[in-house]
């Protein structure tokens, strides 16, 4: 069983709303990654860190941000939710080997909305 | 341009029976290729992974081959059950960088019946 957390599991919000997803794992992995998933489509990557004060965007366009203050913390961030970001977002850690080689964990998902 | 398909889009089997998933991929250079399985409105949990030298690795009922030759691997769930009902996605890694970029396929929707 993964030990990584994502809260909340599901969020409606109306347009223009500042929005926070919550992400932590208690692995201590240094690598740790935030992916968007839509229905029947693969996931994309919007943001990932390698350590503390380390985030880079992903392959994916995202008006999101994202901070890793702590190694077990990784927070999402909308400044101003829109529709087109309703989604399912997936946070994800591996250890320190790398995604390369290593095992990736994932949380259970946090369904957005944004109506 | 790198990619990852998957075969078939979905696929409904009984109760009992044995099925076959298809992941065909371009990923070059390759590292190694995962099969994971996401139930609706779940993260995705890893089920094997495979190194070019490996052809093959089970896991309990799912057994996973590698052809690094023809770039194709495949998923084989022995006997299924009812929460066998879910998605499997097929996730290629590539050595061309120090991220080991994660290439993912759109999975294969398995639903059992009883």
């Known amino acids: 069983e993964a030990d990584i957390y994502q809260t909340p599991r599901y969020l409606v919000i109306g347009t223009g709303k500042k929005i926070t997803l919550e992400c932590s794992q208690t692995?201590?992995?240094?690598?740790m990654y935030w992916y968007q998933q839509d229905p029947g489509m693969e996931l994309h990557l919007i943001h990932y860190?390698?350590?503390?004060?380390?985030?880079e965007k992903g392959d994916l366009s995202s008006e999101s941000t994202v901070s890793r203050i702590r190694t077990e913390h990784f927070p999402l961030t909308l400044e101003s939710a829109r529709p087109s970001h309703t989604s399912q977002y997936l946070c994800?850690?591996?250890?320190?080997?790398?995604?390369?080689?290593?095992?990736?964990?994932f949380g259970e998902g946090s369904r957005l909305t944004v109506l | 341009k790198n990619q990852v398909e998957q075969s078939p889009q979905s696929l409904i089997i009984l109760e009992g029976k044995n099925c076959t998933l298809q992941?065909?991929?371009?990923?070059?250079?390759?590292?190694?290729l995962r099969w994971y399985k996401q139930d609706t409105g779940r993260g995705p949990v890893s089920l094997t992974i495979m190194t070019f030298s490996e052809n093959t690795k089970s896991n309990g009922r799912y057994t996973a081959t590698l052809d690094a030759d023809t770039k194709q691997s495949s998923l084989h769930i022995t006997a299924s059950q009812l929460s066998d009902s879910a998605s499997y996605i097929c996730?290629?890694?590539?050595?061309?960088?120090?991220?080991?970029?994660?290439?993912f396929g759109r999975g294969t929707q398995l639903t059992v019946w009883p």
């Open positions: 994800a850690s591996s250890g320190n080997r790398g995604p390369d080689t290593g095992e990736l964990f």
């Open positions: 996730v290629v890694s590539d050595r061309g960088s120090t991220l080991g970029r994660l290439y």
């Open positions: 860190s390698y350590g503390v004060n380390s985030t």
């Open positions: 992941c065909n991929y371009t990923v070059s250079p390759f590292s190694n």
């Open positions: 692995m201590g992995h240094d690598k």
